[in-house]
């Protein structure tokens, strides 16, 4: 408790009798606040970004799919039976937040003046459509049944900038078999999302619509699209699901086969995961920052304080005790420095977040401002180990105190 005391006293003092002791007790505490701001502000941007691809991803492809074994890898589905039995034992699994029949069918879309290849998805009352109906930039999202033919589409800006047409007009898609089929569609809503490579390939409909043009049984679809309730426990899920259908067939003979966003998008999550060796990067350049100004800081504040220091020795104090007043000094700069760290970071990203103030190129980074999210379990962790990492660093230079004896350092000026 007394080197406690002391160490308050002299933090309390905030270096008055040194220029130097002011300015180093400054310089560490401005380190220890700027290397921990980055640090939160760079996981918060991190962590956003991950967040901000993974859901649009997650948007267009759901988080697993049940499919027929022979689609694995095939740019078109085949049939398989999703009947309200499989589709109440895949809700019944824990986790599970949805479960939506879907088929999906490539065609070709043409105006008097453009064509382009494009797959449109049928859609149903089950399916989740928030994810479209949150990025429509024009028109709206009709409520697409699998019962009604709407006659209407929704497709992506660049889609529309590309073949000229807006909302209300009207566009035909061909669909390609032993014949030419053609379907008449009003454009209800354009969405953009920015993933640049689902938007120009993707275009939404009625399931009714599409699973008509497919000529497939009643029962028979492309597969279910199963969102889950926490993202985080994907891989748990996905091992439940497979339990559930795996060596199963339905009454066509067909086996049932189950894929994760992971599996069928590995090139979008692998270059997600390299974003986690940023982080390392980032984390310990910013420690070392941290720890060497805290270091150069202490032992300027040791120099200043040599005629202290040997004032404490000639009354008996042992080095030990000495030594633990500066440690504790030290802390306490260190905790004003993550105090000050964190009133910093969280003000640039409570701004970037409501102003959007950063903004970037959506063709390249595929979303229109810097995004930021906050896990305050990282928070925590940065903090408790930036104090803890700074403060176990202070220990070998504070042995510094050893050396200076009290018949020369009650001299020192």
């Not at 406690?4 to 310089?27: D, E, H, K």
């Not at 993933?195 to 275009?203: P, S, V």
């Amino acid at each position: 408790m007394f080197t406690w005391f002391v160490a308050q006293r002299l933090f309390a003092q905030g270096g008055s009798n040194g220029r130097a002791s002011r300015l180093a007790t400054g310089i560490a505490t401005a380190g220890v606040a700027v290397g921990l701001a980055v640090m939160l502000v760079s996981i918060a941007i991190v962590l956003g970004f991950q967040r901000e691809v993974q859901d649009k991803v997650s948007g267009f492809s759901a988080h697993i799919k049940v499919l027929n074994y022979k689609s694995l890898g095939q740019q078109e589905f085949s049939p398989i039976v999703i009947d309200d039995s499989l589709t109440s034992r895949i809700s019944a699994i824990p986790n599970v937040a949805s479960v939506a029949r879907f088929c999906t069918k490539p065609g070709m879309l043409k105006t008097d003046n453009d064509f382009r290849g494009i797959a449109i998805q049928g859609i149903g009352q089950d399916y989740d459509q928030s994810f479209i109906s949150n990025h429509i930039v024009k028109g709206e999202m009709p409520q697409f049944t699998d019962s009604v033919n709407s006659g209407k589409l929704v497709i992506s800006q660049s889609t529309a900038r590309e073949m000229q047409v807006d909302v209300g007009q009207t566009i035909y898609a061909y669909f390609f078999e032993q014949t030419v089929r053609a379907r008449k569609f009003t454009i209800a809503g354009i969405y953009r999302t920015n993933l640049t490579d689902f938007d120009r390939n993707f275009a939404y409909t009625d399931l009714y619509t599409i699973h008509r043009l497919l000529g497939w049984d009643s029962r028979q679809y492309a597969g279910a699209e199963i969102r889950l309730q926490d993202f985080s426990r994907l891989d748990e899920t996905l091992h439940d699901i497979v339990d559930e259908v795996k060596h199963k067939q339905d009454s066509y003979g067909n086996y049932y086969s189950s894929i994760s966003i992971r599996m069928e998008h590995p090139q979008v999550f692998a270059w997600l995961g390299l974003l986690d060796m940023d982080i390392a990067v980032i984390l310990i350049l910013m420690l070392c920052v941290s720890v060497f100004t805290a270091i150069s800081g202490l032992l300027i504040i040791i120099l200043e304080r040599t005629n202290f220091i040997g004032i404490m020795k000639a009354l008996g104090a042992p080095c030990r005790q000495v030594r633990h007043i500066f440690l504790n000094y030290a802390s306490l700069i260190i905790v004003r420095g993550i105090l000050l760290g964190n009133v910093l970071a969280f003000a640039l990203i409570l701004l970037q977040k409501y102003t959007g103030l950063i903004t970037l190129d959506p063709e390249v980074y595929y979303v229109e401002a810097v995004p930021v999210m906050v896990n305050w379990w990282w928070v925590t962790a940065i903090d408790v180990g930036t104090l803890a990492i700074s403060a176990l660093s202070m220990i070998v230079p504070s042995f510094v105190i050893s050396n200076i004896t009290p018949a020369k350092s009650i001299r020192f000026e």
